[in-house]
């Protein structure tokens, strides 16, 4: 696994994460390329399903990234996120894979580099962590 | 509503150990409303038990139904024939679902719950259910401003408060109002505080559980 790349989706919010996401392009920044991205108008709009289908369909980890609190384009739409990512980690922790490989940042947007960092620290801390545990479930059953 | 709450995953998890083909039936009515037995508790339950049995290596089949409600045999019915190709179906409706599913499917059937049914409460805030009714089958309301001593308060007092009503709090836990302290208030409010010199005698239990199961029979809607 020394090879390993992380698939990790990311599910960022069109506000904040997009326009950081923008500033960090256009500053030439380079991040990791390990993200599959999806859209939302808002975090609050993500559920602990789209956490969990994420994860189950072959995601090494999620990332979200969403306004900083008190700066939710919804108002509370970050924090509902942030609850939410809370459940969905319990939920993977009872099942044996690592609640940590969900992960909930808040950026604002005109910062640029600090998303580019995100990207970086998130790749760099699910390549720590190993692929999910069910694809190596998957391997060893391969193997066998 | 009938209030539900999941049970821990490792109970879920040690009932279904022999089975290969499990039908998740979650219920559209109470507990999907309290967010613990409907559609997307069931995709949660289902996305959990299915990377579970991944990481195990085991090929476990689930499959996914939320019916119109379980305690009605003509939404149990149309689903019959997935639920005969499963080896068991977890139901995760309250525990009149659990029950039903099983008459009506036959007793071959194995159906097992996936929730705690709680009690009949209100949902207070998001996130947050409280008891409002114990089905006692007499109903004192009329009495007690609205405020009901069988469900809220700890010893289902009659003619309480009881010297554990410190504050407007219960003895029990000094986060639970005292059912009468509110009743009274609410009876001070109205100006109807007389109510209370009336002495409630013993209440009788037969119209509840004391009078074994219970059946409501309505002969103009019989067919």
Known sequence: MGNFEPKIVGMFCHYCALAAQDVAGKGRMSFAPNIREVRVLCTGKI?????LKAMEDGADGVLIIGC???ECYFREGNMRAFKRVDYARKLLDEIGIEGERVQMYEVPGPMGKRFADIITEMTEKIKSLGPSPLKKAAQEELMA | MIVGERKPLEEIRAMLDPYRK????GCGECVSVCMAGGEKEVGILASQLRMLYKRQGREVEIGEVTLIRQCDREYIE????KIYQADVVLSMACGVGVQFVGEVAGEEVIVLPALNTKFYGVNLE???????CAGCGDCVLDKTAGICPIARCAKRLLNGPCGGSQGGRCEIN????????????RLK???????????????????????????????DLRL
């Open chain 2, 126 to 132: 998001a996130g947050m259910w409280a008891e409002r």
């Open chain 2, 78 to 81: 149309p689903h019959l024939d």
């Open chain 1, 68 to 70: 900083k609190l008190g």
């Open chain 2, 22 to 25: 499990i039908l998740i039936l």
């Open chain 2, 174 to 185: 000094p986060e639970v109002e005292c059912a009468w302290q509110l009743i009274h208030e």
């Open chain 1, 47 to 51: 559920d602990v399903l789209h956490i």
């Open chain 2, 189 to 219: 409010a109205r100006g109807q505080l007389e109510l209370l010199e009336e002495i409630v005698p013993a209440k009788n239990w037969k119209p509840s559980l004391s009078g074994g199961p219970r059946k409501v029979i309505r002969e």
